[in-house]
Structures are given as structure tokens and as C-alpha cells.
């Protein structure tokens, strides 16, 4: 191709809804490429394919970025044909993600914006990340940090819509804690959830949370750290 005009990219899903996550072919992709004219063809099984194949071509890509004083920005993406294309694969497991919780303990994740957050999911998804663990309380660490954009519960939304947007799955970190004693001391006071009251309570706030995000897909009731 010319350096002037470089080939057109068509993007196409063979199944526009979500498939099976346990077939072999989700989340799968194929990219092809005719000579004449220039084109590149991502197809992907669903859209998380074509979110995936784009993400591939990317790294197949050889990208530069040219700046002086004398000569404005350019940029350049260049394409090698010749290896690696066409190229079939699909993802060999189908959990593939990382947990990312609002809270100060990691010294960084507080520090989230919903733009932040969504650029660094968007890069996740680049390479094959296909799920984001939340967590939907600071059940184990301080309730407030000075650096929170927003409050916990707004910032939850906000992620869980980014993610609903990107199509990727949405996991809740939800230990068996009481919520009638979240935040009087510090820690994961343990549920009694043989206690009517505590049950009550318990039901609120798993009701206030999973109706304010717009997606879950999977909820871990973890065993320790804490449970």
C-alpha cells in the first residue's frame, strides 16, 4: 500500500449476542487480509472477538511516532503481511480478569476517576482481559479516602456501566460480613446470619447494591481475607 493510503479495517461479529462461555469458539477471532484492494478483516465469534481481534492486530502492529522541532507530530502504523496472517485463535480458558477495588488499601485504586478506570479496562481488554472483579464495600479497610472522586457506592456504578459498556463480565467480592457492624470498628465483623435482624439487613444491602450496578455476572462469597 502507499504510504498515503493505508488499508481500510472491517469489522464484523458472526453473533452480535454473547455465546456460550464455555464453547470453544467465544470470544474467538479470525483477521484476514487481501492485497487488492487493501483490506484487514477482523471477524469475531461474537463482539468480545472483535474486541479481542482488534486488540491483537494492535500488537501485531508496528506503531511509531515522529516529532522535532522542525517537523510537526506524524504518526505511523505499519502491517506485516507476510507471518503471521490470516490469523484463527480463540482464548484456551474462559476467565480470564483481575480485581480492581475502590478502596485506600492498595494505595492507587482510590485514586480511580470513571475516565481513569475506563481506560485502564479498555487496556486490560486489549489483551484478552474478560472480566473485573469489584468490590461493592470497603468491608475490610477505611470507609473514605481523601482521594475518592466520588463515594464508594457512585464509584461502583460508574465501573459496573463502563463494563456493561465494553460487554466484559462483572464479578462481586462480597464476604459474609455484618452489615449492621460495617464501619463501627475496623475489619469484617462476622455475620450471624442465624439472626433475623442481621439476615433483614443483610438482604437491604445486597438489594441496594446488585439493583444500582448495571451488570453482574458472578458473585464470590469468599472463604477467608476476611469471610
Known sequence: TSPSKGPSIHLNAVHTGEV????????????????????????????????YGIGRLLRMANLSLAESYYTPRSGRVALDFSGD???????????RGVQIGYRPKTNSYDGLTPASFEEMVFDLAMFGANQIELIPRSFDDAPFSPHFALSHDEM?????????????NVSLWYPACDPTQLHSSQGCPTGNYSDPAVMAAARADWRQVFSS?????????????PG
Open 20 to 51: 456460550d462461555r464455555n464453547s470453544l469458539r467465544a470470544e474467538g477471532f479470525t483477521i484476514t487480509v487481501t492485497a487488492t484492494p487493501p483490506v484487514v478483516t477482523i471477524s469475531g465469534v461474537d463482539c468480545r472477538g472483535v474486541l
Open 85 to 95: 496472517l490470516p490469523l484463527t485463535t480463540a482464548p484456551d480458558r474462559p476467565m
Open 156 to 168: 461502583n456504578v460508574a465501573m459496573s456501566a463502563v463494563l456493561a459498556k465494553y460487554g466484559l
Open 213 to 225: 450496578m448495571a451488570r453482574i455476572d458472578s458473585l464470590f462469597i469468599n472463604a477467608g481475607d
